[in-house]
Each structure stands twice: as C-alpha cells, then as structure tokens.
C-alpha cells in the first residue's frame, strides 16, 4: 500500500459551499438618537403640564405626570430589549442550519438534512403570508416570524431556489 492510499483525517478539505445565508432581526424603526428625542420631548410636557398642576394648587398630580414618563420610558426599553432577538439560516449541500436567539440570548438550533426538508407557508387571501415553516421527520420548525409579509415571499423565494439547488446535488464543471 502506498502512501498516497492513506485516509488522513486532518487533510485540509474545501468546505462546503454555502448556498443560502440569512440573519433575520426584527425590525425596530426608533433608532436610540430618536429614542433620546422622543423621551427628552415626553419629560419636558410631563414637566410644564406638571408644573400647571402645581401652580394651580394640585400639586400631587405632578407626581403622576413623572410617573407616566417612567412608564414610557420602560416601554421603550423593553421593546429594544427584544430587538435583540434573531434567526440564522444558511443552507449547504449537505445541511440546513436553524439558529434562533431569544431576546433574553437562548440558543436553539437545529441541523436538517436538505433533501428531506419540505417548505410550507401559510397564507391569508388579504394579508398575504402569515407564517413560514420547514418540515422534517415530523418536526415543525417556524421560521421569519417577525418579518412582514413582503419580506416573508422575498425570503421564502430565495431559501426554496437554495433549496432545490441542494436538492439538485453538486454540479460538476470540468473546465474549472
């Protein structure tokens, strides 16, 4: 035996190519520059409609006035803390890869085998796509939740034409 018959493990080979990547974000449009505005706006009406109450004699209302600010100002927080949330897809001749994180940073993913996959999208008549899903040995994942319609038939387009080209197996140029 020579030893050009050898298997050696840790030969380099060329990874794989990658036939579809997507990280999907929620989308927020209050970026934190209008966020600073927006709540510099909200303290400064709380404060002079306050200060009226005040000077008028009602000055336990001033209170509540700040309390709503306080009110505004974690709901805003709490909409940018699930902002953090995502989903990476990307898809390879030999894999489809799944990895969701939650907005508190949980990890889950799941590995699929393309050939198997099945793509299904549920649909409404007046609004369009309401949910994506990839199916595999029983298994149900929902994909794009957060995206909007349009965004949900654009994405869905690109990840079946990555689909079937995994499905469709490696292409051999001999020119290359």
Known sequence: MTAGNDFDPTNDLEPEPMLFSALLTPHRSLNRTGFVVLMTAVTAISFIAGAVFWWLGAWPIFGFFGLDVLLVYWAFKV?????????????TPSELRVRRVSHRGHVVEWVLNPLW?????????????????????????SIGSFLSPDEKASFSKALIAALNTAKRGPTYNPVA
Do not use: M
């Open 79 to 91: 909409n940018f803390r699930t902002a953090k949330a995502s989903e990476e897809i990307s898809v």
């Open 117 to 141: 996959v099945q793509f299904e999208q549920k649909s409404h008549a007046e609004f369009g796509i309401e949910r994506l899903y990839l199916i595999s040995r029983g298994r149900r994942v």
